[in-house]
């Protein structure tokens, strides 16, 4: 079945970049998906990426797509404090609307 | 845009009393949505998927009578649960879709937090 594994915790400095990996295992997923969970609340959608894309560049966040290998990471550059909480990659099953969740890593950032 | 809001956001319930939890897209039409379960530094867990207007849809292993969900119009859709006991206590999430929004993106309700004692 659809399976999602992420790294479960990382550490940065401030100012540091913040890569978080994840591999999936749907080939016919057509999006997948970074999201941000803080305590307490729910989830913030970050960014996506299509399936047929490498990368995507949202500012401090950029993703990139190894369709071959079925691994995705999210790059956060300059991080910072309020980059600290719970991140979560997703694959959507197609023709479901089903998002498959990793099991989130919790990126901690040391001032 | 696409903003999702959940009420409550926390309750805490006897055993054996039934807890009604609301998720409303209050800028979009949720045309399907979806509700997870999440324990603490989990996952979350797709609990069901429902479409406006019919019959939701159960991931196995979760009990149709005991979460019982319904998704009468298309900014609205309720989680009940019936009979709650202590290993109910959890943070229920619901998530909104609509094809005119962008494809597949699900938008997340803040959660709602729920203790039974």
């Known amino acids: 079945g659809e399976d999602v594994e992420q790294s479960l915790f990382l550490s940065v400095r401030e100012g540091d970049s913040s890569v978080i990996n994840c591999t999936y295992t749907?080939?016919?997923?057509?999006?997948l998906y970074w999201y941000k969970q803080e305590p307490g609340a729910g989830l913030q959608l970050l960014t996506y990426?299509?399936?047929?894309?490498d990368m995507k560049q949202d500012q401090r966040l950029t993703v990139l797509l190894n369709k071959k290998d079925k691994h995705l990471s999210l790059r956060i550059a300059d991080t910072q404090t309020g980059d600290s909480a719970i991140y979560f990659c997703?694959?959507?099953?197609?023709?479901?609307?089903?998002?498959?969740f990793g099991q989130g890593t919790t990126l901690q950032v040391k001032p | 845009g696409a903003v999702v809001s959940q009420h409550p956001s926390w309750v805490i319930c006897k055993s054996g009393t039934s807890v009604k939890i609301e998720c409303r897209s209050l800028?979009?039409?949720?045309?399907?949505m979806f509700w997870y379960r999440q324990f603490p530094k989990q996952s979350l867990m797709l609990m069901a998927t429902?479409?406006?207007?019919?019959?939701?849809?159960?991931e196995q292993g979760v009990e149709k009578d005991k979460f019982l969900i319904n998704h009468a119009s298309l900014t609205l859709s309720t989680l009940t649960v019936t009979s709650a006991h202590p290993e109910d206590s959890s943070f229920y999430i619901c998530?909104?879709?609509?094809?005119?929004?962008?494809?597949?993106?699900?938008?997340f309700g803040p959660g709602t937090r729920l203790t039974v004692l």
């Open positions: 800028d979009f039409q949720a045309t399907t």
């Open positions: 990426i299509f399936s047929n894309m």
């Open positions: 998530s909104g879709t609509s094809g005119r929004v962008r494809t597949d993106t699900q938008y």
């Open positions: 749907d080939s016919s997923s057509t999006y």
């Open positions: 429902s479409n406006e207007g019919s019959k939701a849809t159960y």
């Open positions: 997703a694959e959507s099953i197609r023709n479901t609307g089903k998002l498959i």
